[in-house]
């Protein structure tokens, strides 16, 4: 028996192994390196076993039942520990899994100070690059809680080239884990981390503190703050903040659908003619003006063969050439001698002056239908006011091709659109000097390596369009990018489970951009980091495309058994254990760490924005008695 020795192997099978401590034992066994305590839940034992060392955790420990005392004759023996194998040991490296189970009656021993440096990979957290110059390997986000002398590390390709999870109910510690990790991995001022990008969605506006002394630390980093809100607020913005704005051209009509709550039948289909029409008539290319002609000449007409009185008719088509026109169609336009259309369609008596003449103007503008396709040569730049005009000659466009009751079913539409324009939400969407998406973000990214965007401000319609059109957009960026995946970019979203739900509405896309990202995403170097107090309201698909867990407290029933279906390999006792965690404290485990590690986590310094409110502190104050100031 040697001296780490604390126990044998009784009983073996498919799930856990258990191991009965020798009577002798106290709390205590002393070793060559420490003093260790003995049938610790979640301490780690090892077992001997020729070429290969053996580990397991420790995930129950209970008093020997007699039954079992006179079964095995082994009166020395009171206590039993149910152990789980984790791995083994060959050739001092670790691997998950275990080849072969042991033997019974195998010794059980305290686990060895080498072992457990194999184990969570103590060593070579750093490698010499150029002039003694060293580049991280591992990244240091934390201390075991089991054994507090080491340092829970994650390999650094393998947890940021891949997507990853923090999960926790509200309190938990979930951001400060990752304004930990951020200030961590931007520490390193030789060889600084200048290659990496982190683009971050601050759904409650927590980090900008955080990440205000990074550039003072390290100057080789830079930090920009985009705030999402009115952009005529001046006194929320600092001079290291700008105002965020998405181009109003990159929104499809499933965006638009999602942030008017459009109805599928009756108000997507005006959406997607709307946007056609501002390619149309907003677009720099001279092709588009046939297309232009056709659609004005063709409502034109549509008014002039309804029963609608001259009168009526008239105002109609005023209306529209004063908002929607082109140099062959427009008000005072000649159509025969002296007649301009102005003057063509006037009444007199109840009459319109000349209906005939403007029919035979507008035929030569009409197009087959084979001709219709149209795809602006260059990006077409409108202002969401030029896309309220859009959308309402759209409906005026179907109401006379298709159904007079467009209009009706299409007014509270108008209403949100309205509404939306002339609210603090609207400036978000502007019209903007950039024509392309490359543009746009290479302008977003610029040469900073945070970028952190702060939607606490938004409204939920507007916070998940422009978290979803933004997604989207880098995932076309990066799929520009040549070579492929030669610039990472690590996406990073708060309160994950308000944009990345488990039931979404496809809508006229007919994908999920961000199930399509956890699928594709890696590939071209575009890196999903998710954080969210309700895993159970998560896509299944993004969740089950993660390669890394942080997990903190989480005592929601339906969360936790979402998380034991999602992810196979975490086994009950580690669900169990998730339930108490405390503050600050979560459970690591995937592919850049060996194994499931409890860990605990440092304040980041500075702390994130997110601090509890003191209901004490502000309910019982001293009560001021005014007189006595008098």
Request: net charge negative; proline share 3%.
């Amino acid at each position: 028996m040697s001296s780490r020795s604390i126990g044998k192997l009784i009983a073996i099978n498919s799930k856990n192994i258990i191991a009965e401590m020798y009577d002798s034992l106290g709390n205590y066994i002393s070793t060559l390196d420490g003093i260790y305590f003995v049938g610790e839940v979640g301490s780690y034992i090892s077992i001997y076993n020729l070429d290969r060392t053996i580990i397991g955790e420790i995930i129950a420990v209970e008093e020997r039942p007699k039954i079992i005392a006179e079964k095995f004759n082994k009166p020395n023996s009171s206590r039993l520990l149910y152990i789980n194998l984790i791995g083994e040991i060959v050739s001092e490296h670790f691997n998950f899994g275990v080849s072969k189970m042991p033997l019974i009656f195998s010794e059980i021993n305290i686990i060895s100070e080498k072992d457990l440096q194999i184990m969570l990979e103590t060593t070579d957290e750093e490698e010499t690059v150029i002039n003694n110059h060293t580049r991280l390997k591992s990244l240091k986000i934390g201390t075991s809680v089991i054994f507090s002398d080491y340092a829970v590390k994650v390999n650094i390709d393998k947890f940021f080239g891949f997507h990853f999870a923090v999960l926790g109910n509200t309190g938990s510690g979930k951001s400060n884990t990752i304004a930990l990790i951020l200030q961590n991995i931007f520490s390193k001022t030789s060889y600084s981390a200048i290659g990496a990008k982190f683009i971050i969605i601050d759904s409650n506006g927590e980090y900008n503190q955080a990440f205000s002394n990074i550039t003072n630390i390290n100057p080789n980093i830079k930090v920009k703050n985009f705030i999402a809100n009115d952009i005529t607020t001046n006194d929320t913005v600092s001079s290291n903040n700008d105002f965020f704005q998405l181009p109003i051209w990159a929104l499809t009509a499933d965006d638009w659908a999602i942030l008017l709550h459009a109805t599928e039948k009756t108000q997507l289909p005006i959406l997607k003619r709307a946007i056609t029409i501002a390619n149309y008539f907003f677009a720099c290319d001279d092709n588009a003006l046939n297309f232009k002609n056709h659609i004005l000449a063709t409502t034109i007409k549509n008014i002039l063969n309804t029963s609608d009185s001259s009168p009526s008719k008239t105002d109609k088509i005023i209306t529209v050439l004063s908002q929607f026109f082109t140099n062959d169609i427009y008000l005072e336009r000649t159509i025969n001698n002296t007649l301009t259309i102005r003057k063509a369609i006037e009444t007199n008596y109840g009459s319109m002056k000349a209906p005939a003449e403007i029919f035979q103007f507008l035929n030569k503008f009409i197009l087959d239908e084979e001709d219709l396709e149209f795809k602006p040569s260059t990006p077409v730049l409108y202002d969401l006011k030029k896309f309220f005009n859009a959308v309402q000659f759209a409906i005026l466009y179907e109401g006379y091709i298709s159904s007079s009751k467009i209009q009706e079913y299409t007014a509270p539409l108008i209403t949100r659109l309205q509404s939306f324009k002339d609210g603090v939400q609207g400036s978000i969407l502007t019209k903007t000097s950039f024509k392309t998406i490359d543009e746009y973000v290479n302008s977003l990214l610029g040469k900073q390596q945070i970028v952190n965007i702060d939607i606490s401000s938004l409204d939920d319609l507007t916070a998940e369009t422009v978290t979803k059109v933004l997604a989207k957009m880098l995932l076309d960026y990066q799929k520009n990018q040549k070579p492929k995946a030669d610039e990472p970019i690590n996406f990073i979203i708060e309160e994950a489970h308000r944009f990345i739900r488990n039931e979404f509405n496809y809508g006229a896309l007919g994908y999920n951009i961000f199930e399509r990202i956890s699928k594709e995403g890696r590939k071209f170097g575009l890196l999903l980091g998710i954080s969210s107090q309700r895993p159970s309201e998560l896509s299944k698909t993004v969740i089950s495309q993660c390669s890394n867990f942080i997990i903190h407290r989480l005592q929601n029933p339906d969360d936790l058994q979402y998380i034991s279906k999602m992810i196979p390999y975490v086994n009950q006792g580690i669900i169990d254990r998730i339930t108490y965690l405390q503050t600050g404290t979560a459970l690591v485990f995937g592919s850049a760490i060996n194994l499931p590690t409890l860990t605990k986590f440092e304040q980041a310094n500075p702390t994130t924005d997110s601090n509890n409110a003191k209901i004490s502190e502000k309910w019982y104050q001293p009560i001021i008695n005014i007189d006595e100031f008098l």
